[in-house]
């Protein structure tokens, strides 16, 4: 593939990822929460989901993705009841029994999932990829292996390199934390953005 089409798909994916969405609200929330290492597997699960689109959209696959929408549906629905369940973990946590850091609570599977379903239900990732993409990168003709890598490998680095700033800063402004009051509030805090995030997937169409 050329490099005016990867640098235009470069500068138009990367600008998609910065602008915040409900996948950035629960990434910022998960660190303020329970740290970078906490986030993390969010991260992962927003990437894979990005890349199943990325897949749909090359691929020709738009119609399937619309053909499943009852599926998605109810994964949009899945993630943001998981969602509000994580801020109500926030929102309720007693400080006294934490430590500033990640909390070990072994969910980092389920945070994965989490990630997951609300890519997969998120619309500003709908549109990107089924409807801005094809306006990016031409595809009336066959997608080559080659070409496909090359996709691939700029979602990849792109959306771990931002998503993972995002975690690093708001686990960052975490560790400036350190009364009983402070972390309480942040905790609220996040529970309240995680609360959002999940307002957000279940109202938008």
Known sequence: ???VTLAAFTVAYAIA??????GVAAVVARALGGGFRAAFPMV???????????????FG????????????????????LYLLYVAWQFWSARPGSEQIGAKRDGSA???FLSGFALTMGNPKTIVFYLALLPTVVPLDK???ALGFAELTGI??????AIGCAYAGLAAAARDFFRSTRAIRALNRTAGVVMASAAAFVIARE
Do not use: N, Q, R, S
Request: aromatic letters at 14%; charged letters at 5%; a neutral charge.
């Open 1 to 3: 593939m050329d490099l």
């Open 17 to 22: 990822v910065i602008v915040p969405g409900p």
């Open 44 to 58: 992962l699960g927003i990437l894979v989901g990005d890349l199943v689109y990325l897949v749909f959209a090359l």
């Open 61 to 80: 696959l738009a119609a399937i993705a619309t053909w499943f929408g009852p599926v998605f549906f109810v994964v949009k629905w899945a993630g943001a």
């Open 109 to 111: 599977w389920k945070t």
């Open 142 to 144: 066959p997608i080559t």
């Open 155 to 160: 979602v990849i680095v792109v959306l771990l």
